[in-house]
């Protein structure tokens, strides 16, 4: 565990300290007319999958701009939880106002202004995984509170616990905060069915062509479940499952078209399908012909 303090510095030496220290994120954006007052700790906590932040400091405003996030490309998000105090956080032209207990997520690779008035937080450090993320407040239930909990007992704790064991404390604090996203993102999408559909969408063209991509694993990856899905197909031209099938044909198509010496066999691996015979089957019912006459036809109609 690694502490950093302003305590022995000059007030006048403390903010920029901080700045040089700690926020490496973020960068000062105002001084208040009590600059000098200004007083911050942080304890840190490495574990494998990211860090923990036992932060306090006295009022101060910071910012994350789009030029910063361009610079270091942001790959990591901060979730935490105030213990103490106020703050007010904005994420583009969304304020959010925070207060004691509440758990928020902030992403890196996006712009962000807070001006922290006198507070304590605990919260983690991590890279994020791949998809959309829902920046600001999270809803106080389930997921949410298992990780409140958690960082909690982890700040008091940690001063007794092994070099080993805070590692693997911050990893399960990281895992919770994932838990806690994936909870939030699914019920943000179950109750917003457009959303959930370009989402959706996105998620097949972009993983079609692996084999075992299914509908239980899009449910995983959206953190929806699959009743979800299913509802917000229900009144789709195809069912989720028919539109991961039809992505992978339309890509086999691509391939027949853009790269002619590929053989049939090669084609249907490469667009998801592991059964030749099935591949022709299902390309003849969504085109009219097997793969190998669309290609032949494909040539002719260019030579015509």
């Not at 022995?8 to 208040?32: C, H, N, Y």
């Not at 999270?138 to 960082?151: F, M, N, T």
Request: proline fraction near 4%; hydrophobic fraction near 40%.
């Amino acid at each position: 565990m690694m502490e950093i303090a302003t305590d022995g510095l000059r007030p006048s030496d403390r903010l920029d300290f901080w700045s040089q220290t700690v926020l490496k994120r973020m960068e000062i954006a105002g001084r208040d007319e009590d600059a000098f007052a200004f007083h911050a700790t942080l304890r840190r906590m490495k574990g494998d999958a990211g860090e923990f932040w036992d932060h306090f400091s006295t009022a101060i405003r910071v910012e994350r701009s789009e030029r910063r996030c361009r610079a270091d490309s942001g790959v990591e998000i901060y979730v935490g939880l105030v213990v103490e105090g106020r703050s007010e956080v904005s994420f583009g032209d969304r304020r959010v106002q925070l207060q004691a207990g509440d758990v928020y997520v902030t992403d890196f690779a996006r712009p962000v202004t807070a001006h922290w008035r006198k507070h304590r937080e605990v919260g983690v450090v991590f890279e994020r995984s791949a998809g959309p993320l829902n920046v600001g407040c999270l809803a106080p239930q389930g997921a949410v509170r298992l990780l409140s909990s958690h960082l909690r007992t982890l700040a008091n704790e940690a001063p007794e616990l092994s070099p080993e064991e805070q590692g693997a404390a911050v990893d399960i604090a990281i895992q919770f905060a994932r838990l806690a996203l994936s909870a939030d993102k699914a019920r943000h999408l179950e109750g917003d069915q457009p959303t959930l559909l370009a989402a959706t969408r996105q998620m097949i063209a972009e993983h079609c062509t692996d084999p075992e991509f299914c509908v239980e694993a899009l449910a995983v990856s959206l953190g929806c479940s699959r009743a979800s899905l299913y509802r917000a197909f229900e009144h789709q031209p195809r069912s989720v499952s028919a539109t991961i099938w039809a992505a992978r044909l339309q890509h086999a198509r691509m391939l027949l078209l853009n790269e002619p010496a590929a053989t049939i066999g090669t084609v249907a691996f490469r667009s998801g399908f592991l059964d030749q015979a099935n591949f022709n089957r299902m390309f003849r019912r969504e085109f009219g012909m097997p793969p190998g006459e669309f290609r032949q036809a494909a040539r002719m109609a260019v030579h015509a």
